[in-house]
């Protein structure tokens, strides 16, 4: 089975925190994708990644950076945390070819920025 | 812009019923693929079923069945004889390689099963 894990599943942070969010998968994909969850706006896209060290915005990539050093792992970041972050972020990934696959999401974090 | 809309934030139904969730999009492409996915209390989103635009026949997956009219461009999910695991809320959703295989979702549907 395909494993998209996320390093936490609740986090609480204070404003003007830098944030990290962790994503790891063990299936050798090459593309990752951030989203963020919000209660009638389904899921918005922050960032993506189709290789290490590449990445591309998504249609929300204000206040967020991300990082991809090795291929399993992608890291969401939040250089000053605010709390119109608050939310729940899932991370996912694909294959670049296998589009008709869609893409195996991580469990989600919700984070709340008080 | 790539768009899909779901038009129904919430849904109930009887446990053994059936429902369907509506769900429509808009794109220039010809070459897409569609799907519906489940996200249950826990959170864990997972795929249902998908369906290629190249494709008039309608994909089915056991008690889960779509209604695709690409003209139209709506794809609907039906649930039949619901059970109680179905309760969830379920994300309608396009991609297509031009885009980078990234995913465009609807603002879901929340389902109900009832006892």
């Known amino acids: 089975d395909v494993k998209v894990t996320q390093s936490s599943r609740y986090l609480v942070k204070r404003t003007g925190e830098k944030v990290f969010l962790e994503c790891v998968q063990d299936?050798?994909?090459?593309?990752m994708f951030w989203y963020r969850q919000d209660p009638g706006l389904g899921l918005r896209l922050i960032y993506f990644?189709?290789?290490?060290?590449?990445?591309e915005k998504g249609d929300i990539p204000e206040g967020y950076s991300v990082s991809r050093e090795k291929k399993e792992r992608f890291s969401l970041i939040l250089e000053s945390a605010s709390t119109n972050q608050t939310s729940m972020y899932l991370c996912a990934s694909s294959f670049q070819t296998a589009t008709a696959s869609g893409a195996f999401f991580g469990q989600g974090t919700r984070l709340t920025v008080v | 812009a790539q768009t899909v809309t779901q038009s129904q934030p919430e849904m109930s139904v009887q446990e053994a019923e059936t429902v369907t969730l509506s769900c429509t999009y808009d794109?220039?492409?010809?070459?897409?693929?569609l799907f519906w996915y489940k996200q249950p209390p826990s959170r864990q989103m997972i795929l249902v079923i998908r369906q290629e635009a190249y494709k008039q026949q309608n994909a089915t997956e056991n008690r889960f069945s779509v209604n695709f009219q690409k003209a139209a461009k709506s794809f609907s999910l039906k649930i039949s004889d619901s059970q109680l695991g179905d309760t969830a809320m379920y994300f309608c959703?396009?991609?297509?390689?031009?885009?980078?295989?990234?995913?465009?979702f609807g603002g879901g549907t929340r389902v109900l099963v009832k006892p």
């Open positions: 959703a396009f991609i297509f390689k031009a885009a980078g295989n990234k995913l465009t």
């Open positions: 794109t220039s492409e010809n070459n897409y693929y």
């Open positions: 299936m050798d994909h090459e593309n």
């Open positions: 990644s189709y290789d290490v060290k590449m990445k």
